[in-house]
């Protein structure tokens, strides 16, 4: 599986951006697919996950109820709305794919796009 994420910029505090991951396999419906960060100088970290069907999502506990994650089977692509953006959402974001369980740990997830950079200014 091959997985293209896009939509990263410069956005003020409080603003609203939206990033997708385009994917390359057929059976891109049979996997889970999921957002992690990365801020500089810390850890990659899990931001949110979708099942397959997209009827399961959950989300870490930072973003939780300003983000929103969503997929499109048919055009093989996931989203990760980001709203009420603060300067601690500053980060690389990169998009993963596992089949399996959804799981929020990194080395769990099988496949990983190039990431898109997205900074909060204050």
């Known amino acids: 599986v091959q997985l293209q994420a896009s939509g990263g910029g410069l956005v003020q505090a409080g603003g609203s951006l939206r990033l997708s991951c385009a994917a390359s396999?057929?059976?891109?419906?049979?996997?889970?697919m999921g957002w992690f960060r990365q801020a500089p100088g810390k850890e990659r970290e899990f931001v949110a996950a979708?099942?397959?069907?997209?009827?399961?999502?959950t989300f870490a506990d930072s973003v939780k109820d300003r983000f929103t994650i969503s997929r499109n089977n048919l055009k093989l692509m996931v989203f990760l709305d980001m709203s009420n953006l603060k300067p601690e959402d500053t980060g690389t974001y990169y998009c993963?794919?596992?089949?399996?369980?959804?799981?929020?740990?990194?080395?769990?997830?099988?496949?990983w796009g190039q990431g898109t950079l997205v900074t909060v200014s204050s």
């Open positions: 993963a794919a596992k089949q399996g369980q959804v799981t929020t740990t990194q080395n769990d997830w099988t496949y």
């Open positions: 396999a057929r059976t891109f419906s049979t996997y889970f």
């Open positions: 979708i099942t397959w069907s997209g009827g399961y999502t």
